[in-house]
């Protein structure tokens, strides 16, 4: 298979110290098999298109290349928020018109209420807190549009409130330099690896078949069917979803090759914090926050004290480099937390998310694939939007129109980024820009 990174982000190195669990006892895929519907990538797009599948009684088969969660799905931040597209409000309006963007905001509203009936459903304890979530200004023209984006957010009946610096401070949550914050009233945090391995088994507890070391090599026509070939086995199927977002292949399918682009996100995890040091630096709350910069950080006080703090990642993947991003990553968690410069970090991993050129997602049919289907693209927010795409897979796949919200937004056609293959010089070029836009 033709990737766009270096084998390093594709290999186990970079979750080696994640702070999530991973279950790998599921069976793989060592012979000829036969399903109706075939799913390749077991992260939350695939596992909730494969439990809203077999809950309506469809035969279906999750092929994983590690074990489910392995990829982005089970080393994020824990953020189940508002978010899946990179484009503004005003962007979607212009492009979808205004009753398809406030469409889509109704949603991502949607889709974190699917994963809160997913847990309570099927009894997954996710560690789940946080009312909403906290955008913090990094700088006085960042705070002075957090008005806008109040009014915004108030047209779409989502409740939010403006805290100035001195409530912040109040409020248990202080960071260095922030001029204010928008408390976003909707969402919450939850540990991502807990929440894919609940989804992984009340799929099969659906009726779901999940295999585990079972990559998808090579797909080839056979007459109305699709072989699959996985290092020790094949399995044919009627229909396909390819539900491996951040981690796709360029050739398979070969058209989604330009069509997507990875991006690194890093996370940090310190020891569990004491009553006194919280105190120390202020920040006693468990709201899960973000900053307001175009190249982010994203950062939540976890249910047994420890301090979870992510940032974009680096433009290469190997060991040194990774080395290096990590003490980036922890040169501005001291300069945000100063107080906690001395505490220890207790894990740090990297992972790839997933960009388009129109910075939205795309839920729909693979061209010059009969019976072939794709989700994917959801810019860094997919706990909430991969699950929700999931469950609108499983009604495209059945022939069915769903019965959530599925805006235009989620429809258009993926476009090819300029450069094919090279094309990840365009984030080289991006990242000095975005940084110093986030100066101004």
């Known amino acids: 298979m033709k990737r766009l990174w270096e084998p390093f982000a594709y290999s186990d190195g970079p979750r080696a110290d994640c702070a999530w669990a991973l279950d790998r006892d599921w069976p793989v895929l060592d012979s000829e098999a036969e399903t109706d ?81 997913l847990l309570a459903q099927h009894g997954i304890d996710a560690k789940t807190h946080s009312h909403g979530e906290l955008v913090l200004a990094h700088s006085p023209r960042a705070w002075r549009g957090f008005a806008a984006d109040r009014s915004r957010y108030t047209r779409h009946g989502i409740e939010t409130e ?61 007459g109305g069917t699709y072989r699959l070939t996985t290092p020790q086995g094949s399995l044919r199927a009627r229909r396909l979803l390819f539900a491996t977002n951040g981690y796709s292949a360029e050739d398979l399918p070969r058209w989604l090759a330009g069509r997507f682009m990875p991006l690194q996100s890093s996370v940090m995890v310190t020891r569990p914090l004491t009553e006194a040091e919280r105190a120390a630096q202020g920040w006693t709350s468990d709201l899960m926050a973000y900053d307001s910069r175009r190249l982010l950080h994203y950062f939540r006080l976890m249910p047994d004290g420890r301090f979870l703090f992510g940032m974009r990642g680096g433009l290469k993947a190997h060991p040194a480099r990774e080395a290096r991003v990590m003490a980036r ?53 997919g706990v909430a939007m991969a699950s929700y795409s999931g469950a609108i897979m499983a009604d495209l796949i059945r022939g069915r129109a769903p019965d959530r919200p599925f805006p235009t937004v989620m429809q258009a056609p993926l476009a090819r980024f300029p450069l094919g293959r090279r094309r990840r010089v365009l984030l080289a070029a991006m990242t000095p820009l975005l940084a110093l836009g986030d100066r101004l």
């Open 37 to 117: 519907i075939a799913i390749v990538g077991g992260g939350y797009t695939g596992l909730s298109a494969a439990l809203h599948l077999a809950g309506a009684g469809e035969q279906v088969m999750v092929l994983e290349a590690h074990a489910p969660g392995w990829g982005a799905s089970g080393r994020n931040g824990g953020f189940c928020c508002l978010g899946g597209a990179m484009a503004s409000d005003e962007t979607l309006t212009r492009r979808f018109g205004a009753d398809q963007a406030g469409l889509w905001v109704e949603a991502e509203k949607a889709a974190i209420h699917l994963v809160a009936g």
């Open 162 to 222: 403006l805290l100035p610096s001195a409530a912040l401070a109040e409020r248990g949550l202080k960071a260095s330099s922030m001029q204010g914050g928008m408390h976003v009233k909707i969402g919450f945090g939850l540990d991502p690896g807990a929440y894919a391995i609940g989804l992984a088994r009340a799929a099969r507890a659906a009726g779901a078949d999940i295999r585990g070391q079972s990559e998808v090599r090579r797909i080839t026509r056979e």
């Open 329 to 381: 990553m922890r040169a501005d968690f001291e300069a945000m937390f100063p107080a906690w410069a001395g505490v220890e970090t207790a894990h740090s991993w990297s992972g790839l998310v997933n960009l388009s050129r129109g910075q939205t997602p795309y839920l729909g049919p693979v061209p010059e694939m009969e019976n072939a289907w794709t989700a994917m693209a959801y810019h860094g927010n």
